[in-house]
C-alpha cells in the first residue's frame, strides 16, 4: 500500500509532517510518497537526524504551496506544481492507495474533487470525522462543513456514506443513522430537513439503511447513533461546540484537582482514568477526517497536527483503504439517487 503524505500542508510543516510520516512509514510499515519542496523536506531530515530515507519513503518534488489564503476554488488551476496538487495527481494516476494532508480544507475539498474525482453519481463530497461517544467506537458526523448549503439528496447520500463507512471502518454491522433536527418528531425541522427525512425513513422501509428518526442535539453524545447525518453549517456548528464545552470541560477539571491537597491525591487515585478519558478526546489519536464520496481515499488532517497525529491520519488512510469504502459506495450510488422532474 502507498500513502501519499502533502508535506507542505498545515501549520508544522514540513518538518512535523516528515517526522510524522516517517513514524507511520516504520511502524505500519507503508510506503510513503512525501511531496513537496525537495530543498525543504532534506532539510527536516538533517534537523530529525536522518541521514538517508528509509527504503519505503520517497519524495515527489512540488515547487509551490497552497496558502491558507488562496481561493480554494481556484488554487489548484492557479498552482498546478503546489504539494497539495501533485499529491491528487499521484493518487488519480493510480499512483498511489490514499492521500493524507493537512492543508486548507476548502482547498483539498474543492481539488480532490477536480483531480482525484467525485464517484460517479455522488453529488457532494462530505467531511466524516469521528467524535467519542460510547457507540461503537464513536459517532460518525457527516457532513461537518464542506457543505453549508443542502438539498435532500445530498443528505440522503451522506448517510448512505456515513451508514457504508461505519460499517466498514469501525465494524458496524448495522450502523444506526440519524438525522440531526429540533426535535424526534417527524415533522420537526425545516422544509430541507422534513423531505430529508421522508427519504431516510424510505430508504430505510426498503432495508437500504438503519434509519432511526431525528437526533436532538444534546442526545448525541450519548451515543444514540452510529452515524449523525447534517448539512454543513448545522454540522460544523454542533462539532464546534461539542470540541468548546470538551476543552472547557477538562480546563476546569485540571483547576480543581489542583485546588488543594486532598483534590491532588483523589486525581492520583483517578489518574489512569483520567488518561483514558484525554485520550479518548485527543484528536491526534485519531489523526484526521475522511473525504467521503471521493475516488479514493482522502484524509484531512488538523491544520495544526504534529508529528504523532500525522502518523495516525496515515493510519487512518491505511484502514480506509482496506475497509473498502469507495467500492462500497461506488456498487451503491444507484440508491442514493432522487430523481428529479428534469431527468
Do not use: W
Not at 259 to 265: A, C, G, I, P
Not at 268 to 291: C, H, N
Not at 298 to 323: C, D, F, L, P, W
Amino acid at each position: 500500500m502507498k500513502i501519499v503524505v502533502d508535506a507542505m500542508g498545515g501549520d508544522n510543516a514540513p518538518l512535523e509532517i516528515v517526522k510524522g510520516a516517517l513514524m507511520a512509514a516504520r511502524e505500519f510499515e507503508v510506503d510513503i510518497i512525501l511531496v513537496g519542496r525537495g530543498e525543504d523536506i532534506l532539510r527536516s531530515l538533517e534537523e530529525l537526524g536522518e541521514s538517508d530515507l528509509p527504503k519505503n519513503v520517497e519524495i515527489a518534488n512540488a515547487a509551490q504551496v497552497v496558502e491558507m489564503e488562496d481561493d480554494p476554488a481556484t488554487v489548484t488551476r492557479q498552482k498546478p506544481d503546489s504539494s497539495m496538487t501533485v499529491g491528487l495527481r499521484l493518487l488519480h494516476e493510480g499512483k498511489a492507495d490514499a492521500m493524507v494532508s493537512a492543508g486548507s480544507t476548502g482547498a483539498l475539498l474543492s481539488g480532490a474533487t477536480l483531480i482525484a474525482k467525485r464517484i460517479r453519481g455522488i453529488r457532494r463530497a462530505c467531511l466524516a470525522p469521528i467524535i467519542p461517544t460510547p457507540s461503537n467506537g464513536g459517532t460518525l458526523m457527516v457532513d461537518v462543513g464542506a457543505n453549508a448549503e443542502c438539498t435532500p439528496e445530498y443528505l440522503l447520500q451522506f448517510a448512505y456514506m456515513g451508514y457504508y463507512f461505519a460499517k466498514a471502518f469501525k465494524g458496524v454491522e448495522d450502523p444506526r443513522v440519524g438525522l440531526l433536527n429540533i426535535g424526534a418528531e417527524e415533522t420537526k425541522g425545516s422544509p430541507l430537513y422534513k423531505e430529508a427525512h421522508r427519504l431516510l425513513k424510505k430508504a430505510g422501509e426498503e432495508g437500504r439503511v438503519n434509519f432511526i428518526g431525528n437526533v436532538e442535539a444534546r442526545d448525541v453524545m450519548d451515543g444514540v447513533c452510529d452515524v449523525l447525518v447534517s448539512d454543513g453549517f448545522a454540522g460544523n456548528v454542533l462539532l464546534k461546540g461539542i470540541e468548546g464545552v470538551g476543552i472547557f470541560f477538562m480546563r476546569e477539571l485540571k483547576g480543581m484537582f489542583k485546588k488543594s491537597f486532598l483534590s491532588k491525591m483523589a486525581a492520583l487515585v483517578l489518574k489512569k482514568d483520567l488518561k483514558r478519558l484525554k485520550k479518548m478526546t485527543d484528536s491526534t489519536e485519531v489523526g484526521g477526517t475522511a473525504l467521503l464520496g471521493i475516488q479514493k481515499p482522502v484524509i484531512k488532517a488538523h491544520g495544526s497536527s504534529n508529528a504523532y497525529a500525522i502518523r495516525s491520519a496515515v493510519r487512518q488512510a491505511m484502514r480506509t483503504v482496506e475497509s473498502g469504502v469507495c467500492r462500497s459506495i461506488t456498487d451503491n450510488v444507484e440508491f442514493m439517487k432522487v430523481e428529479t422532474a428534469n431527468e
